[in-house]
């Protein structure tokens, strides 16, 4: 299995309230991503990155910034969390040569209230 | 970006092979076509990619159309271990980050 890890994998907290997430690998890639999926949806895009610090918007990147400041981490903040972010994130990475798959760690569970 | 089109779900019986199909007519040359499959309360797994020759691996076979407009996943011996989402995507080989397209995906019901 390829080396990522998530934190927190569970997480609980009040609307208003900022929010970090943490990607790790092991495995040296260049390319991170961080997405999100909602019950009976496939997963969407929030940013990505191509190396230290730098990073692109996805599909829905509003609400959300990352940092990456070492190959091996990646960060997805809130910086003010709202409801409809109560989601489940995933974090993947995947090497530099074209058409290769993706690797996804296990997803954190965030709900806000 | 080009799309995928797959049934919503699918049902099998255990130990029997499963052909999982996948439609994307507006594929172009350099996309290449992954399969991933999400069990419940996981991350997607890959599963298996092709460009343009059918592939093997020890999870699957993929058999491309020679049109290259469509696509099936093969599940040789279907185990309940296999019941999942499975969505078939379409990635650019090119050098670069790859922002894949999640469909909504086949629902795969392996009955015992």
């Known amino acids: 299995d390829a080396g990522i890890t998530q934190s927190p994998r569970h997480k609980v907290t009040e609307t208003g309230t900022p929010v970090t997430l943490r990607c790790h690998q092991t495995e040296n890639h260049r390319y991170m991503y961080w997405y999100r999926q909602d019950p009976g949806h496939g997963l969407r895009l929030i940013h990505y990155s191509y190396g230290v610090k730098d990073t692109d918007k996805g599909e829905v990147s509003d609400g959300y910034s990352v940092s990456r400041s070492k190959t091996e981490d990646f960060l997805l903040t809130l910086e003010s969390a709202t409801s409809s972010q109560t989601s489940v994130y995933f974090c993947a990475i995947s090497e530099i040569r074209g058409g290769q798959p993706q690797h996804f760690g296990d997803g954190t569970r965030l709900s806000i209230l | 970006d080009a799309k995928t089109t797959q049934p919503n779900s699918m049902e099998s019986n255990e130990e029997e092979p499963v052909h999982l199909p996948c439609n994307h007519s507006?594929?172009?040359?350099?996309?290449?076509i992954h399969w991933y499959r999400q069990l419940p309360s996981q991350g997607p797994e890959y599963v298996i990619h092709?460009?343009?020759s059918n592939v093997n691996n020890r999870m699957a076979s993929l058999a491309i159309a020679e049109d290259r407009k469509s696509s099936t996943l093969i599940l040789h011996r279907a185990t309940l271990r296999d019941a999942a989402v499975y969505y078939c995507i379409l990635s650019l080989g090119i050098q670069g980050a790859q922002k894949l397209v999640f469909g909504q995906g086949t629902r795969l019901t392996i009955n015992p």
């Open positions: 507006t594929i172009s040359g350099t996309d290449y």
């Open positions: 092709g460009l343009t």
